[in-house]
């Protein structure tokens, strides 16, 4: 039975599945567009925009709870804080999006998705594999 379980653990430990959803959305800040599973997208979105909601009203209180919470990477806090922040100060929520890719990943064929903000800059056309 699965009561009141509300997450996915993704078969690793807790903090496998921490140290994970650090990378990934350091990634994603510092990209704004990654390649990854459908499964891991979905996961980490709240967390991701936890973060960019957190980073709405620069203060040094919510500065240095994204810095602990993204493990002191201090370029994505300072990206998150200095151009995401500012960039989705008028919008209510929904910062990120997930669009599912019609090729699966060749070694398993997990079902993959672009996991991207959504008002992301034009001058960043990479898609960075975070498989």
């Known amino acids: 039975m699965r009561h009141r379980v509300k997450t996915n653990n993704l078969s690793r430990t807790g903090s496998h599945r921490r140290a994970l959803a650090r990378n990934l959305v350091a990634a994603l800040i510092e990209h704004e567009r990654i390649v990854t599973t459908l ?7 709240p967390f991701a925009e936890k973060l960019i909601t957190l980073a709405k ?7 240095r709870r994204a810095l602990a919470i993204l493990g002191n990477n201090r370029e994505a806090t300072t990206k998150l804080f200095d151009v995401l922040g500012p960039r989705f100060k008028d919008r209510p929520g929904g910062y990120t999006r997930i669009l599912k890719l019609a090729k699966p990943r060749l070694g398993d064929k997990a079902p993959r998705a672009i996991f991207e903000l959504v008002e ?12």
Request: proline content about 0%.
């Open 39 to 45: 499964t891991k997208a979905k996961v980490h979105r």
């Open 120 to 131: 992301r800059s034009e001058a960043i056309e990479d898609v960075v594999d975070v498989d």
């Open 57 to 63: 009203e620069k203060n040094l209180h919510n500065y």
